[in-house]
């Protein structure tokens, strides 16, 4: 169903309800929308994998069967695209950027210039760099059109400010921590920035998590990355710790920890001691843990004197004391605690690093996460202070002997200990020195006191990551989206600073009633749903067994395009309800074993239904949802995810798919419910994952599609597509939906928020 995906408001402080009230679903919408539940504290808890629970729904959508997306493929299909194929569409207008940006995103990496420490640039996981002139109170970007937007590393000159180096691709360990491209250089503060060593060129690793420069010689650069090359005879997708002497142009790999691949996290230079430097590695043996060179990188020893046995080290932070470098602390995982990513210790050298102290005690019990968020740093000027954080934040003033929890991620977002959770990088600038700033997955939290109290420092950051977006027909000013680890998100202004959290989590599907916004639904991450009605909520989620809600991340929501009161989700079958959410029945049988990824309610016709899998299966009902098809997706379709299915709005026969993955085409059409397929890409789209589609209600002979190259176009009848991205950022696109009466095309993206185009 066009443009019936999802939801917004705008209140700054809405009321809680936990009822609804009898004439909710008669009422028009009033100014705002309650907010449902945030998310809840849990404990450390067992995983199968350390990576973060979101990472099989990327898996499926860009890397499956294999560890990594080819993001030279990614790249190269943009340029080609850009230069033989797709003409541009007749558009005269640009897209705009319309939020949020005020809730933020996944930040990775900050820099701060050593005299202006109100001048900073950070890094998001998905958006690029930003930086601000005034500490964050506002942001700007010039990284738009540079070949990649995941930002693993930032780092300044400190004798030549405004040389800064960034090293793309995300380094913090988790399947939707995206690759890169190498390392980039700017000379002017920021304002243009050149691919200075690519990683087809010099072999530096396509998750680049820390640059160090020498601070006796500028031109002497370390940086380390992390790299998923099982075997490799050139060496090529290794991580490790790579060397260059001429100013970042060259690099040699170090091989003193392993000649094939091993992962290097930190690395820092002492700041009066020259030659003198230290970083962590993992290896998965006994080559892990904490070294040192006393020769500018010639040789490094082991640093193991009284510290846990080194195959136990996982990630590992470092943090070196400017006031007195003979203290250093290291935050180091757990390799033994496995998936549950506990934490190992926090070690303390008052020597140098010649023998170390745990001072973590039993305060850390209940962290975890420690290899997706893991941050430490030093006060500038005081050695026994130290803040450190995974989910949360902890402070020690006397060197490690007590320790108090000085964030807590789920209070509310104005309260003055709230920072948000999953810390990445902590920095305290020496001009002042009791200033933090901290990059986690919803920005940038300030602290002015050392860590008393905390204020956001995210609006005018576009950089929220979405799972999907929808906007309400019957009214353009309302729309919102399902953002990673930052709730579902509206606005019912339409301001991109007025978004605020309807729902907790990772923000999941949102669908409005076409017929009047008030009406919404909303979810989190495994098939919790809920009903919004004006200033009433309700938990309406389908009553499976928990091993069947664990199972799917993201359900699938639509609405009946006939009658809003039928509601289809999707685990591994299909469920529905026909009494808006209060109950619901399994109406389907496991389709194939995976989960359902995308369900289509034919407009034209709602019996037909139409389902599609993460396997790649395609289902169909043609009695409303009573009876289901076998799989007919036959080999015409390449077995990948099916992200979105779409009716022709005259004919319920007519469906269009899109595909994730590489190596095939993404776009199939089927003129006979799903019997046989065609391929419509045909060679003219980039070979990037694909993952929404969408027919204008008003223009059924034109079909736009969103990938991770941008956005595209189909003349139904001509065969021809074009080119509609025009001045969109290089994210992924991962939603579009269409507003009908504004004619308006919005588009989520996964890094750089929420884009409109006026048709």
Partial sequence: MPGAKKRSSTKKTPRKSTAESSNASSRPLEKTLVTGPRKKRQG???????????????????????????????????????????????????????????????????????????????????????????????????????????IGAIAIDRKSPDTLYCGTGEANLSLDSYPGVGLYRTIDGGQKWQLLASTERTGIPRHIGVIAIDPFDSRHILLGGVGYAEVSQTGRDFGGMFVSTDAGVTWKRQTFISTTNYWCHSIVFHPTKKNTIFATFTEQGSRSGIWRSTDGGKNWTHLTSTLPDSARFGRTSLAISRSNPQVLFAFATDEASGSSDLLLG?????????????????????????????????????????ICGGVDLHRTKNGGQTWQQISQWDLERDDPKYAHADHHTLLMPEAVPDRLYDCNDGGLDVSENAGRTFTNRSNGLSVTMFYDMDVAQSNGLVYGGGAQDNGTVVTTSGSVSSFFELLGGD??????????????????????????????????????????????????????????????????????????????????????????????????????????????????????????????????????????LETSPTDSRVIYCTVANFGHSHVFRSQDSGVTWEDVDRGQLPDVPHH????????????????????????????????????????????????????????ATYGRSIWRLRL
């Fill in 692 to 747: 929404a589609l969408l027919i204008r209600p008003e223009e059924p002979g034109r079909l736009y599609v969103g990938n991770d190259a941008g956005v595209f176009a189909l003349d139904i009848v001509s065969g021809i597509w074009m080119n509609v991205t025009k001045n969109l950022p290089n994210a992924m696109v991962i939603d579009l939906v269409y507003h009908t009466k504004d004619k308006t095309l919005l588009a």
């Fill in 346 to 386: 926090i070690f303390r050298t008052a020597n140098g690093g010649d023998t170390w102290k745990n001072v973590a005690g039993t305060h850390f019990k209940e962290e975890g996460q420690i290899s997706y968020g893991n941050a430490i740093v030093i006060h500038p000027t005081d050695p026994d202070i130290v």
């Fill in 44 to 150: 450390p808890s067992i995983r199968l994998s350390n990576h973060k629970a979101r990472s099989v729904w990327f898996q499926t959508r860009a890397t499956w069967p294999v560890r990594e997306a080819p993001v030279k493929t990614l790249v190269s299909e943009r340029t080609r695209v850009q230069k033989a194929l797709a003409p541009p569409a007749n558009i005269s207008n640009s897209w705009e950027s319309v939020g949020p940006t005020n809730i933020g995103g996944r930040l990775t990496c900050i820099a701060c210039h050593p005299t202006h420490p109100e001048r900073i640039w950070v890094g998001a996981a998905g958006g690029g760099v930003w930086q601000s002139s005034d500490a964050g109170q506002t942001w700007e970007s010039f990284w738009n059109s540079q070949d990649i937007l995941n």
């Fill in 507 to 644: 923000g999941g599907w949102i669908v409005f009633d076409p017929a009047n916004e008030g009406r919404v639904y909303a979810s989190y991450y495994n098939l919790n749903i809920f009903r919004f009605r004006g200033e009433a909520f309700k938990n309406v989620s389908p009553p499976a067994p928990k091993a069947e809600k664990s199972s799917i991340w993201m359900a699938y929501i639509t609405l009946d395009p006939t009658d809003a009161q039928t509601v289809f989700t999707g685990t591994f079958r299909v469920w529905r309800t026909r009494n808006d959410g209060n109950n619901w029945t399994p109406v389907s049988p496991s389709l194939d074993g995976s989960s359902i990824s995308a369900i289509e309610v034919a407009p034209a016709n709602n019996k037909r239904i139409y389902v599609g899998t993460e396997n790649g299966g395609f289902f169909r009902s043609l009695d409303g949802g009573d009876t289901w098809s076998p799989n007919l997706s036959s080999s015409a379709l390449p077995g990948h995810t099916i992200t979105r």
